[in-house]
């Protein structure tokens, strides 16, 4: 890779939609939405540029009213779009997502040949994918093709070129055929992955095994990872980098909506990486604690408020966050 070239810190490529969430109205018999912009890779993007990070999209949304308010709104995210195709053949995705009491969630999609699916291997722009230092992806835009492989090509031409690989495998089992076709598909992306985020529900299912830290060295060992972070909800993180496993917990604060939680907490290790320009293999024992802690704070801040995107914090409310805020107590473990 000719470092001269580069853009871009984060060049994602994957879904964009609008996530909608519903709530009663205790008034009245009915069913009140409320849509914000979604996609992890678009979230992922978003805390990376709420963090200062240069970031690129690679996707393709309708040319109707909810393709207008994503592009809108990562453009405002600080977001370039450029890279974005706007068509007039496809709609764009919608999500709806249902909370209950604790602020977990639900997912219902209507994503049946809808604009991000239909990317397609030949419209990818190869070269932008070069200017980048770090590419990420995730599973959902490979359940289905043609942007199954649109999004493996990609992967594949950034690891041939010697970026930094991210993947979330990200499983959402309503938009696959089966559960054994999710994990087969999901792992073919572990093969050009060079830092993986997955949540514990996750690695169980990729790995066949129910111990975490056994899954995580299955994983770890058979796709020669550098780093690899599992996200464990209220009880913080676990990660395993060339000089071992870390633990650490997350923050105490007030859940309102756990959308987007994982992504923020993503992009804010993206940003950390970088920020700290050291190796993966180099990591030290501290570096981790850092890293994780920095994470866990962005994550547990993003569930503050409502939305993905709208929720995502800026540096200084999680340095702040750490400074301040007492951890959770483990739950369960």
């Known amino acids: 890779m000719n470092t001269d070239v580069l853009k871009y810190d984060v060049v994602a490529i994957g879904e964009c939609l609008i996530d909608f969430v519903s709530r009663k109205d205790k008034g009245e018999n009915k069913l009140l939405l409320e849509g914000n912009a979604g996609g992890a890779p678009a979230n992922v993007l978003a805390m990376a540029s709420r963090l200062g990070l240069k970031t690129a999209f690679i996707s393709k949304i309708g040319q109707d009213g909810f393709g207008d308010f994503l592009k809108d709104?990562?453009?405002?995210?600080?977001?370039?779009?450029?890279?974005?195709?706007?068509?007039?053949?496809?709609?764009?995705?919608l999500a709806f997502?249902?909370?209950?009491?604790?602020?977990?969630?639900?997912?219902?999609?209507?994503?049946?040949?809808?604009?991000?699916?239909?990317?397609?291997?030949?419209?990818l722009d190869y070269n932008e994918?070069?200017?980048?230092?770090?590419?990420?992806?995730?599973?959902?835009s490979m359940s289905k093709e043609p942007s199954r492989t649109a999004t493996l090509k990609a992967a594949e031409y950034?690891?041939?070129?010697?970026l930094m690989v991210a993947y979330d495998p990200n499983l959402r089992e309503p938009l696959w055929n089966s559960l054994?076709?999710?994990?087969?598909?999901?792992?073919k992306g572990m093969q050009y992955a060079d830092a993986v985020k997955?949540?514990?529900?996750?690695?169980?299912?990729?790995?066949?095994?129910?111990?975490?830290?056994?899954?995580?060295?299955?994983?770890?060992?058979?796709?020669?990872?550098?780093?690899?972070?599992?996200?464990?909800?209220?009880?913080?993180c676990i990660c395993r980098?060339?000089?071992?496993?870390?633990?650490?917990?997350?923050?105490?604060?007030?859940?309102?909506?756990?959308?987007?939680?994982?992504?923020?907490?993503?992009?804010?290790?993206?940003y950390w990486m970088i920020k700290n320009n050291k190796e993966l293999d180099d990591y030290t024992a501290q570096d981790m604690t850092e890293l994780m802690d920095f994470a866990n704070a962005a994550g547990s801040l993003a569930t503050t408020q409502k939305g993905a995107i709208p929720a995502m914090p800026t540096k200084q409310q999680i340095l702040d966050c750490i400074a301040t805020m007492p951890r959770c107590r483990l739950q369960g473990i």
Not at 202 to 231: P, R
């Open 241 to 270: 980098c060339k000089n071992g496993i870390f633990r650490a917990q997350t923050f105490d604060v007030a859940c309102v909506d756990t959308t987007g939680a994982g992504d923020a907490f993503w992009g804010a290790c993206l």
């Open 198 to 236: 997955v949540s514990d529900e996750e690695l169980i299912v990729l790995a066949g095994v129910s111990d975490v830290e056994q899954a995580m060295e299955i994983l770890f060992e058979k796709y020669n990872l550098k780093l690899l972070a599992v996200t464990l909800g209220a009880n913080g």
């Open 129 to 140: 994918i070069t200017k980048a230092k770090i590419f990420h992806f995730g599973s959902v």
């Open 180 to 187: 054994q076709e999710a994990k087969e598909v999901m792992l």
């Open 158 to 162: 950034a690891h041939r070129q010697g």
């Open 73 to 93: 709104t990562l453009e405002k995210a600080g977001i370039d779009t450029r890279k974005m195709i706007v068509t007039d053949e496809y709609p764009t995705t």
């Open 97 to 123: 997502v249902t909370l209950d009491d604790t602020g977990n969630r639900s997912f219902a999609f209507y994503r049946n040949r809808t604009a991000d699916v239909m990317l397609e291997e030949h419209e």
